[in-house]
């Protein structure tokens, strides 16, 4: 889908300066640059709720429990 | 970006890796080396592969934690990383073979879909690599059944950085 965007001249000067050494062109920095967004909002969930890789890891073991009883039970 | 298909046909040099869950929601959620291997696949200089299972588990854990899962399937998305659907990986050929060996290697269960499916995208490949920090998976018969090729995060990327 295309869409127009404004930007100052900064930005697409900053921008512009990683088109072509870390992206192919300005459309790869733009879906790249909303990847990180995404990812930082994902953080900010996690750290707001306190979420820690160790409690991550005690959710994982009962989840994979799960899925081991269910549509994964041939590797059980 | 080196791509191939699940057949096994390789068309490039770029390294894979095959992440597990703690890999993949150590580098979504946390700055790290985790995050920065995720930063290489996005740039294309590796290709990182998960299955269906790790996908699973990934959305239901960080659910259960009041995270946005599909937010985090996005990211994924954008950032290349590369999900095999587990009915391709029954299919293979080689997958009963490789399910009954990771049932006698591995005590914990939860850890043979990871070593199947890595098992079965590594072979004849060797620019691939489990990346796990789950000494389960790093024991010594686990790591020879797999060619050697198992590697933690930060072994993994100095092998990248050492690419031209």
Same mark, same amino acid.
């Given at each position: 889908?295309?869409?127009?965007? +404004?930007?100052? %001249? ?5 921008? $512009?300066?990683?088109?072509? #050494?870390?992206?192919?062109? *300005? ?12 990812? +930082?909002?994902? %953080? ?5 709720? $306190?979420?820690?890789?160790? #409690?991550?890891?005690?959710? *994982? ?16 | ?164």
């Amino acid at each position: 889908m295309n869409v127009s965007v +404004e930007l100052t %001249r900064d930005l697409l000067k900053y921008m $512009d300066g990683k088109v072509g #050494r870390e992206y192919k062109s *300005r459309s790869e920095a733009v879906r790249d640059a909303i990847r990180l967004m995404i990812r +930082e909002d994902l %953080r900010r969930q996690a750290r707001l709720k $306190d979420v820690t890789k160790e #409690r991550l890891s005690e959710t *994982r073991d009962h989840v994979a429990e799960e899925l081991l009883r269910g549509k994964y039970r041939t590797y059980a | 970006m080196s791509q191939r298909n699940y057949s096994g046909e390789n068309t490039g040099h770029t390294p894979e890796a095959i992440a597990d869950t703690n890999t993949l929601y150590s580098g979504i959620l946390y700055e790290g080396l985790e995050s920065d291997l995720l930063d290489l696949a996005a740039e294309g200089r590796v290709v990182v592969r998960i299955s269906e299972y790790i996908l699973d588990e990934l959305t239901r854990v960080l659910e259960e934690h009041g995270i946005r899962a599909e937010l985090a399937v996005k990211s994924m998305e954008y950032g290349k990383i590369q999900v095999t659907p587990e009915d391709e990986i029954r299919k293979n050929k080689r997958f009963q073979e490789y399910l009954a060996e990771s049932k006698k290697l591995i005590a914990d269960a939860k850890d043979r879909p990871i070593y199947v499916f890595a098992k079965l995208m590594m072979e004849g490949h060797p620019n691939a690599y489990l990346v796990t920090g789950d000494s389960d998976l790093m024991k010594g018969d686990v790591t020879a059944a797999l060619w050697g090729r198992v590697l933690t995060t930060r072994e993994l990327i100095k092998r990248i950085i050492a690419i031209p």
